[in-house]
């Protein structure tokens, strides 16, 4: 839709009707409160209104990863933000060295940022090519450098940066911080806050989408806690012996204050952004007139030339420069992330300048030089989507052993799960001392848990001589009365060496987990039934499965089944494609890791 809405505006632009297209997007749309106006042309309402919600959800997207992602280790941070550095300070110097100096030099900041925008939309098209963590390095990078050209307008190109309301908007963003901290839950404060925000920002002539981001940054992620879990359960318990509309708006408020504000935030903005806000806003901007001379001008300007080398030459080299430089010991040595070969494509990404460097040019510029700048911009822009395109394709054609060999040596994934695997205490399945551990919570009252056990069966089939799986109890009480008491049955089995003969059989037999159905299911796989019906009597596995559930709050897991790979937590489908494409993915990273660390160490010995 992006791509769409941005050859709609070149079409438009172009077209018999091009000058109903300056026409519509300049319109005013204004806003009176008394003696207070605010008026700005429709065009501005997108870029500077709408676009602040999607630098909100990019703001979230990377305090997620503060809190519960990669940046959990916050030395992890340091490689994007010099990155980005590098793709701000390369540029800029290609751009002055080639524009020549005079009026062309005054915009030698258009060449600094990224449109986070296209950057986002064009790592999604690349799809499998990218990775979860490709996207985060990304986004942490084209904020860095997208508020820094921010600031660098204020600073450089504004001069009626109003004091006051900056310093307002900065009180109100403490406020938020403070509430939020002090446990506020409220959504309707927050709107309003942000409101205020917003509108303090655009008073004091600093670009709004700023305010979004900071506002991102302010909501804290976090798993959803058992106890709150159980807390929204009673109360829709409690309203389905009596409906009445107190109880439904009580049971819908705990259900969602169970989730942090980030996830209800981000689930409540993703569409928006996706199919509103962000095809607006290349509608609304990409409507360059090519007609007339321009094209003939461009090609003997230099500064055209210098807008293009800067955005495409000098981010695709400025940012693994500045990654590189990262890596040095005197600045803490921090490793990747993401593996050279995705690192060099993302990075072509960030020359799609577009959106700031339009903004910018339009504050350098007039008349045809202006002109010649926003050609230079679009074309800088295509030629750096086509440049990342061309890349992201060229790693599948290199040799798979050298990229995973690269991606091999980045900074391992940040484990989640706080409780290792015991093989003493542990139940465990498969290959033990294979490359790759499944592990599961499950409840064996659970209908999910019960349409995974077959996919894990399969699992173990296929991958078991490289594969091990470890099963362990999250009964979830609340919702289901027998889950606790079969998770202890089949510790009782355990104790007579069946349990996953005892495990496969509660699954199979989910509608029959009642006290009477275990000691059948006892006396089914031949166990001694009086000893086992004295375990499950006395409680004796109580403590044990208490285990499990405590390690499951540890790690923030609420809810089953859950599934951790080699400690990490699986997040996406648990049906069988999906499972086995992460753990042939893992898997192979892991291999390589292997092969990395007898490589190194191999060096080693040869040169001492």
Partial sequence: MLLAATVAALVWANSPWGAGYDAFWSTELSLRLGDFLLAHDL???????????????????????????????????????????????????????LSGGGDAARGWALVMATDTAFAVGVLALVGRRSSFRLRTFLLTLVIVDDVAAVLVIAVVYS?????????????????????????????????????????????????????????????????????????????????????????????????????SPNDRLQHALHPWSSF??????????????????????????????????GLVVGKSIGIPLGAWVATWSWLGGARLSVGWPSLIAASSVAGIGFTM??????????????????????????????????????????PSEWVGRAEARTAPPLVDLTDPVDPVRDHVRGAEDGLLTLLEYGDYECPHCGRAAPVVVELIARHGDVMRFVFRHLP???????????????????????????????????????????????????LDVARFEADLRSGKFAARVGQDINSAEEAGVAGTPTFFINEVRHRGPYDLESLEAALVRIGALASARRAAVAE?????????
């Fill in 600 to 608: 190194d160490a191999e060096e080693s010995r040869a040169s001492g």
């Fill in 476 to 526: 979830l009480t609340d919702v289901h009365p027998n889950a606790a008491l079969a998770a202890q049955a089949a510790e009782a089995a355990g104790a007579q060496g069946r349990f996953w003969e005892m495990h496969d059989r509660l699954f199979a037999h989910q509608d029959r987990l009642r006290p009477a159905d275990l000691v059948e299911h006892a006396r089914a796989l031949d």
């Fill in 43 to 97: 065009q501005d309402w997108v870029n500077d209104g709408l676009m602040t919600l999607f630098f909100l959800l990019i703001g979230l997207e990377v305090r997620r990863e503060v809190d519960m992602g990669e940046f959990r280790e916050r030395r992890r941070i340091a490689v994007p933000v010099i990155a980005a550095l590098g793709g701000m300070v390369l540029p800029v110097l290609i751009f002055l060295f």
């Fill in 159 to 259: 001069t009626d940066v109003h004091l006051g309301a900056l310093a307002a908007g900065i009180g109100l963003l403490a406020l938020m911080a403070v509430l939020r901290a002090r446990g506020v839950q409220g959504s309707g404060i927050y709107v309003l806050l942000g409101l205020a925000i917003w509108l303090a920002s655009t008073i004091a002539g600093v670009h709004p989408t700023v305010a979004g981001v900071a506002i991102g940054l302010l909501t804290s992620a976090y798993p959803p806690r058992r106890a709150s879990l159980e807390e929204a359960t009673g109360v829709t318990r409690a309203f389905r012996q009596r409906p009445s509309p107190d109880l439904a708006r009580e049971a819908a408020r705990r259900i969602t204050m169970s989730l």
């Fill in 357 to 398: 460097s339009l903004l910018i040019a339009e504050l350098s510029y007039t008349g045809e030089i202006l002109d010649e700048a926003k050609l230079g911009i679009l074309t800088a822009s295509v030629l750096a989507a086509v440049l990342s395109f061309g890349l992201f394709h060229a790693i599948s054609w290199l």
């Fill in 276 to 309: 509103v806000v962000v095809p607006l806003f290349a509608l609304a901007n990409a409507g360059l007139d090519l007609s007339g001379d321009l094209l003939g001008h461009a090609l003997s300007s230099r500064l055209v030339l210098a807008i293009i080398v």
